[in-house]
């Protein structure tokens, strides 16, 4: 005959029973508390009535821990749940465990970081009644395309891959935002504040950005391609691998911009501002330099 399966092991966790074998409890955290006190190295004391071996803990909680010895894997929980497993994977000794929680616990609060407080619907209402200020509200990822969100003010808000293609803007504030990989294709811009605005990697095709403040502005690895930024400041702004080909920037202040892999090319540069710019690295191939100051750039 083959040789029997080793006995099941029954824990009492808090009063509440588990079934489970020494296999699960050692294999994989042997160095835990749990692998040490099932190598068979120490005596362990069974109840003479049920067999059952009593640790003092959260029986509740508990299911995880085994659930983590028997797959290596949690289900999705909340911040709060995390936290109590956490505890007991501190007192078990379970690293892996606790790696796996912590690791889980922070792309759970970049998920929740990057979820709009309001949805399409609420900034329709707001708009309505005539509520048009978002200050340091979280907006990202929501599709705000084509509404008429002329003079609002986003300072400070949390903007990160909002859709506002199409969108009338006109002298909205974007002071200081958070507004990476957004998208205002299309969109009317014109007279905006984007002052010290992170625009990284945003798209803002075609769009309406005549006389916009995009000072101290973070355009890097944007796309700009055909705007309108006729007498736009990008005084400071950092435009570092941004393409800008075809833009119209007649009239634009560029001073202290850094425009290293910026592509201007066909761009309309006429009477723009580029004093003391460098231009070593810059496209301009077809741009229309015409009047630009040009004083003391670097070419």
Known sequence: MGSSSPPPVLLNIGGKTYTTTVETLTRREPDSMLGAMFSGRHTLFQDPDTGTIFIDRDGKIFRHVLNWLRDGALPTLQTSEYQE?????????????????????IIKQDDDSNEAELTRRDVIKCIQSKRLRFRGVNLSLLDLAKLDLSFVDFTYACLNKTVF???????????????????????????????????????????????????????VDSSVCEANLRSAHLQSANLTGANLSGANLEGANL?????????????????????????????????????????????
């Open 85 to 105: 497993v956490l505890r007991e994977a501190e007192y078990f000794q379970l690293l892996g465990l606790i790696d796996y929680i912590n690791e889980n616990m």
């Open 165 to 219: 293609s199409c969108a009338n803007l006109h002298k909205a504030k974007f002071g200081d935002v958070e507004a990476a990989d957004c998208n205002f294709q299309d969109a009317n811009l014109r007279e905006c504040e984007f002052i010290g605005a992170n625009l990284k990697g945003s798209v803002l095709n075609r769009a309406n950005l005549q006389s916009a403040n995009l000072q101290d502005a973070n355009l």
């Open 255 to 299: 001073k202290g911009a850094k425009l290293a892999g910026t592509n201007l090319q066909g761009a309309n540069l006429q009477r723009a501002y580029l004093r003391e710019v460098d231009l070593r690295e810059t496209k301009l191939e077809g741009a229309k330099l015409g009047g630009a100051n040009l004083l003391g750039a670097i070419r």
